[in-house]
């Protein structure tokens, strides 16, 4: 009951009754296919139902089906054979979280893995997590958004999330290697959990055309709270009082900050979470898909698009916008050789007020210290640590040109509100091509089980920063020593600067090739299952910052054997060696070994 029927390679899908009955039309040339979770699929002509109708599913062992297929590093593996705490996801579970960043699904995803989320910055930058590296000063202030987030190889190429970013529509499936075994596979870089994203290709005689549409809203359920100017006084009291200091701020000053001002040269009251942040942000995700194929070509088309606001309330236009594509293609060249074919581009555009300014506004590359990545980190540490009384928002307004002469004071220099206002914006341009080929061939009619997988990949990224560095007029306030009314002096903290054109601010770009060669064995003997692979793999990057290219390359030889699919057994010896270790200790043996008992 409840089996899924698909005929004429997708045209028609359909399901069996309680009764496991199903009635539907179809060409005599027509491909069946009917599955069941935990069946083995029965693939037929629609001739041979007519002859027999009746088509038997034959109940496979627990995760042994097809549907059981784990990906590991250069092979997959039954389920029922995996000896460590290795999980696969499927990729309906990214779809249902609503955001731009894969990376938030990736928070409470499995036990063993530590990612959390740093801040709540829309969108994401390729620069994040440029401090890592060494010999990269200043990177442009780039933290990473979160922390701890695994070594991820997408379709076989390693890359990070922030530089080819994907969309959760595109996955089949995520293997989370957390044992030893299999991340040992990749020898150094394999250190820490590793995600292996395997994208969606098409299935034999399966059809399918999707198109979603997906609008919502972002609201913020974290904030600190902020406190007003009269509250800030009094509280300010009270601390000087239980220190043994007299009281500063006299009863008719408390009275005055109750106004609420946030203009009052003497007396301000600034709110400036309300005046410069909204609880919410707007998010959209529209994608299409189709895929399908026979039993020489299977195609998997993707094209979609994301957008995600932002929590600024004032300044400058600011969101994040994505458009990707991606086209897999599988073709049976003869009996012996099969290619698989990947292409992935995204554009990125990411714009944003610029909050912080620096007259070096030229300097490429990861130097200028002002320029930071994103701004809403320095935005919330600004607002969070200036009192709400420290100046006012706005010293006076210059009619005839209609420009703010912005409040400072002496110990804080720096107006968020002005820097969110008057110091330009920028749109962050990026370009991300990543494509791949692995050709397989099969040595069967020569010694059966035995096959080859030869797989070249590369992923390359551009980005510029292009906008207007500009800063404003400052003043503070004080009290006329001789005439007692308020006033205003021109700080030199800051000065008018406009820019008329714009100007690239920043630059940076990554390039990743990977390729390995593998030897894989496959056989069965009875009651004995082996499989053995051989692999030389080898990765290199050129990482803008660094001044030597990142060099990993590593022998991985890893066996499978199973008694009867009770009692299986997993030996993995990889010898590697990164270029990121001295010299003397660049290269080493890294042997491991489990077990597993099915006991049901």
């Known amino acids: 009951p409840q089996a899924i029927v698909v005929i004429g390679e997708g045209i028609t899908h359909t399901e069996t009754d309680l009764n496991g009955s199903v009635t539907f039309k179809g060409y005599a040339v027509d491909i069946v296919t009917v599955s069941a979770n935990e069946f083995e699929k029965n693939v037929s002509l629609v001739t041979d139902l007519i002859q027999n109708n009746t088509v038997t599913l034959y109940k496979s062992k627990i995760q042994m089906t097809s549907d059981d297929e784990v990906p590991v590093p250069f092979n997959s593996l039954k389920r029922r054979y995996i000896t460590g705490p290795d999980v696969v996801v499927k990729g309906s579970y990214f779809e249902k979280y609503p955001s731009t960043d894969i990376r938030n699904t990736l928070t409470g995803i499995s036990s063993g893995i530590d990612v959390r989320e740093i801040d709540g910055s829309p969108g994401l930058s390729s620069l994040e997590g440029l401090q890592h590296f060494v010999l990269i000063t200043n990177p442009y202030g780039a933290t990473d958004k979160f922390s701890n987030v695994p070594y991820v190889l997408v379709d076989n190429v390693p890359t990070d999330l922030v530089e080819a970013p994907i969309d959760p529509s595109e996955i089949e499936s995520v293997s989370i290697l957390k044992g030893i075994l299999n991340s040992n596979m990749y020898g150094p870089a394999g250190s820490r959990t590793i995600l292996l994203i395997k994208t969606k290709r098409g299935v034999k005689n399966e059809r399918m055309l999707n198109f979603d549409i997906e609008n919502g809203v972002s609201v913020i359920d974290r904030m600190p709270g902020w406190t007003t100017g009269a509250v800030y006084a009094r509280l300010n009291n009270v601390a000087r009082v239980n220190s043994g200091l007299a009281k500063k701020y006299p009863s008719d000053a408390i009275a005055a900050y109750a106004q609420n001002d946030p203009n009052s040269l003497r007396y301000p009251s600034v709110n400036f979470r309300d005046m410069m942040l909204k609880d919410n942000m707007s998010f959209r995700r529209v994608n299409m898909s189709a895929s399908g194929g026979n039993d020489v070509v299977q195609y998997f088309s993707y094209v979609g698009y994301a957008y995600e606001g932002d929590i600024y309330k004032i300044g400058k236009a600011a969101d994040y916008n994505r458009i990707i594509t991606r086209q897999n293609v599988n073709v049976k060249v003869n009996d012996r050789i099969n290619v698989l074919f990947s292409f992935y581009g995204n554009l990125t555009f990411r714009r944003s007020p610029n909050y912080g300014y620096d007259s070096d506004y030229t300097t490429e590359g990861t130097a200028n210290s002002t320029l930071t990545l994103t701004e ?225």
């Open 376 to 600: 809403l980190p320095s935005v919330l540490s600004d607002i969070t640590t200036t009192p709400p009384i420290a100046f006012p928002i706005i010293a006076h307004t210059d009619v005839a040109s209609n420009t703010s002469w912005y409040g400072i004071s002496s110990n804080y220099t720096d107006n968020p509100v002005a820097n969110l206002l008057g110091q330009g914006f920028y749109t962050d341009n990026g370009r991300t091509a990543a494509s791949d080929i692995t050709v397989n061939y099969d040595f069967g009619k020569n010694i059966k089980g035995l096959k080859s997988s030869t797989f070249f990949g590369f992923n390359v990224h551009d980005l510029a920063r292009l906008g207007k560095e500009n800063d404003y007029l400052a003043y503070t306030a004080s009290i006329a020593s001789k005439t007692g009314n308020d006033t205003i002096i021109k700080s030199s903290a800051h000065s008018l600067s406009t820019m008329s054109d714009l100007y690239k601010l920043m630059d940076y770009y990554f390039q990743r090739f990977t390729f390995y060669e593998n030897l894989s064995y496959d056989r069965k003997f009875g009651d004995h299952t082996i499989q053995s692979t051989l692999t030389y793999n080898q990765v290199k990057a050129f990482i803008n910052g660094v001044e030597e290219p990142e060099r990993d390359q590593n022998v991985v030889w890893s066996t499978m054997y199973s008694f009867k699919d009770k009692y299986s057994f997993q030996g993995v010896l990889n010898y590697a060696g990164t270029s990121s270790f001295d010299k003397s200790k660049r290269f080493g043996l890294f042997p491991a070994a489990g077990a597993n008992w099915v006991i049901s």
